[in-house]
């Protein structure tokens, strides 16, 4: 039996649905429960998950090694020395703005392979780069964080992770998202030529209208696992941004007091954190009460 590790793309076709908020407090409840933690965001956009976790100063240095290089096999370095250490120890390889031109790095590494006979499938190079790091034994979660429009970041992501975490806007913008949900999995599948699991479909900002209830039903009725929902927390979510930290941290440190919805979302995040664990039988060695924000073993990490 080799080491089993949890890998998961937290994707989402409309903006704005949450969806760096949600992989980067996901990436801290596994960590915080005791499991190795390495995040991969390929979203080239600032105000990304490396500017959340404050680790972005280098994305317009064009003289470092960038996981671009890696992916066009010109690495000037080991992939083990892209990696930045955050809090609660959650790794992450930083974005760069060289993942703007990701296409056109590989489309030219493509051609100039099949001038001498060689192939050079696209889609398949995060997954190498990993593999020959050795993340799968090295982590017990890997996430990746893709743009939400389709491309070689998407198609890298969801050929190295296999599985997707879907957040959900239920309102009229995210209505046609929803029923596409279902064609939108078989497309990538049929693109790519894997299968896809979807680990679970994740409402987010539902402030529990009737409409809002119907179309979380609509997504259940369709099999998709609905494990938690979250509620409207603009302000929990804004603070993260302007404190460039988690949602555990940030009430942690940077709330005077306690707040009853705050906790409930942390300890949503924590118990879709075990949800996503159970489905990939991996369990977490000290997985804290729901939402506890104490600082006791279950906090500190060593």
Known sequence: MGHYMLSYSVYSEAGGVGKTTLAANLAVAHARAGLDVLIVPLDPQDGDLSYLFDVDHDRTDSAVDTLVHHLVDRANGEFRDLIRSTEHGVDIVPEHNRLEDLGEALRKERDARSDFGESFPMWTQLQRVLREANVNRRYDVLIVDPPASSGPQLYNALDATRNLVLPIEPSGKGQASVSGLDDLVTNLEEQLEISIGVLAAVPNRVKGTRDQAAIIEEIEAQGFDVPVIFGD??????????????????????????????????????????????????????????????????????
């Open 233 to 302: 927390r603009t302000s929990l979510l804004e603070g993260c941004w302007r404190k460039k930290c988690s949602a555990f941290t940030y009430v942690t440190e940077h709330r005077d007091r306690r707040r009853d919805y705050e906790i409930d979302t942390l300890a949503k995040f924590d118990e879709l954190a075990r949800h996503l664990e159970a489905t990939g039988d991996i369990s977490a060695p000290n997985p804290p009460e729901p939402g506890s924000i104490e600082p006791d073993g279950a906090e500190v990490r060593v």
